[in-house]
């Protein structure tokens, strides 16, 4: 059973910069792909980017294609989510997921995930 802790949300103006980061305990995080997911008030969870077990392929939601980036620390047991150039519509808790793969693959589905963190508060400013 993986555990997943998100952190480093927060406040930040409009066109800031944000790192968030996702810790995962209880597994060996190479066996797992993994994925952000953002859900707003209101609004349904959606789709933020994935990446495959080894870091080597990553998916971005239109949206936020070109500021934000996915990556991975598997030593570290660490997922990353850097924002860039950020807008009042990425005001949303943030979500990390992760589930067992071997096919070196991504998912952008959110029922192809088996664990969830408890989310993170971003929150941008105009």
């Known amino acids: 059973q993986v555990q997943l802790v998100e952190s480093g949300g927060g406040l930040v103006q409009a066109g800031g910069s944000l790192n968030i980061s996702c810790a995962a305990s209880?597994?060996?995080?190479?066996?797992?792909?993994m994925g952000w997911f953002r859900q707003a008030p209101g609004k349904d969870r959606e789709f933020v980017a994935a990446?495959?077990?080894?870091?080597?392929?990553?998916f971005y939601a239109d949206s936020v294609k070109g500021r934000f980036t996915i990556s991975r620390a598997n030593a570290k047991a660490t997922l990353y989510l850097q924002m860039n150039s950020l807008k009042p519509e990425d005001t949303a808790v943030y979500y990390c997921?992760?589930?067992?793969?071997?096919?070196?693959?991504?998912?952008?589905?959110?029922?192809?995930?088996?664990?969830w963190g408890q989310g993170t508060q971003v929150i941008v400013s105009s």
């Open positions: 209880g597994g060996t995080l190479s066996y797992y792909a």
């Open positions: 997921a992760a589930r067992l793969d071997y096919t070196g693959g991504y998912y952008q589905d959110e029922n192809d995930y088996w664990y």
């Open positions: 990446i495959s077990r080894a870091g080597s392929s990553t």
